[in-house]
């Protein structure tokens, strides 16, 4: 009967020559991963290079390419397994892959909804890159998409990620979608000015602007919105180029209001503010009323 510590140093004797005469294979293995992770950088970079940048849809494009990179090194450790002679292994690790990704998909419900999400949008989307979008409060341009988010750059300069999940199954406002936009503004005149020439005033400043877009299906119009307190208020609408989001709908807005201000002031129109009336009841005093620069008349010996 042999002694427990012989049956010991015997087992590590046979693993040890055994270690020794698949150390080569586990070598070649190792250089396998090793060449597969670097062919798949290459790839992916030649990908970028040539295909990338002439795409059409860049975040398709940056998509595919971070998918590539992952198969590719995927197919490369499988390989190295069979390799080494590990071909148990390489099945077994498929399996425990395949129940993993169910444990794992209770386990991490978020993680596994953002990354179907991902794929999901990389396929079928409502925007692409530079798409000025709003989902929920958040507002800004589509900078990046990947397997787990979003990236939204906002007109003040903040970088938001938004998990993929929530951009597929929240409503999804798109502003530059088919590159217009309408943007509207109310001018109030008084009571006493003609409406219709007043109209016709704006009418006239809409059309002159080159910026502002008109066409067969953008139609750009004025018209009577409300009877406020002290105003009429008119509404104007008029279509944008939306390419530059925030020069279309921001600067361009501004300079059309900042035109009709003055054109209908130069053209006689009252522009009144809100009427305040103030009501003294005979429970209360007089509130006394000074007007400023208003003329000081001599004093009178009746004075």
Do not use: C
Not at 154 to 168: A, E, H, M, Q
Not at 218 to 226: K, P, S
Request: hydrophobic letters at 45%; glycine letters at 6%; aromatic letters at 10%.
């Amino acid at each position: 009967m042999q002694s427990t510590t012989e049956i010991i140093e015997q087992s590590l004797n046979l693993y040890y020559h055994r270690f020794l005469q698949i150390l080569p294979r586990i070598a070649l293995a190792v250089l396998v991963i090793i060449l597969g992770v670097l062919l798949a950088q290459l790839l992916t970079n030649i990908y970028k290079r040539r295909f990338q940048q002439k795409s059409e849809d860049p975040l398709m494009a940056k998509f595919l390419a971070q998918a590539i990179k992952i198969i590719l090194i995927i197919m490369a450790i499988m390989v190295a397994l069979q390799v080494a002679g590990l071909d148990g292994i390489a099945t077994g690790l498929l399996t425990a892959v395949g129940g993993g990704a169910i444990i794992l998909g209770f386990a991490f419900q978020d993680i596994g909804k953002n990354f179907l999400a991902g794929i999901i949008l990389a396929f079928n989307r409502p925007f692409s890159i530079n798409d000025t979008i709003k989902i929920d409060d958040i507002f800004g341009k589509v900078k990046e998409l990947s397997f787990r988010y979003s990236h939204i750059k906002t007109f003040d300069g903040r970088d938001i990620y938004i998990p993929n999940s929530d951009v597929l199954t929240k409503p999804v406002e798109n502003y530059t979608a088919d590159g217009f936009f309408r943007v509207d503004f109310i001018v109030g005149i008084g009571y006493e000015d003609n409406i219709s020439e007043a109209k016709k005033v704006i009418q006239e400043i809409l059309d002159r602007n080159t910026e502002i877009v008109r066409d067969i299906d953008h139609e750009n119009f004025v018209i009577e919105d409300e009877l406020a307190a002290s105003t009429v208020n008119l509404k104007v609408f008029f279509w944008v180029d939306t390419k530059d989001y925030r020069r279309a709908s921001r600067v361009l807005r501004g300079l059309v209001i900042r035109e009709v201000k003055e054109v209908l002031l130069d053209k006689g129109f009252n522009l009144p503010a809100d009427i305040k009336e103030i009501k003294i009841y005979g429970s209360e005093d007089a509130i006394p009323l000074k007007f400023k620069n208003a003329p000081e008349f001599p004093k009178t010996n009746e004075e």
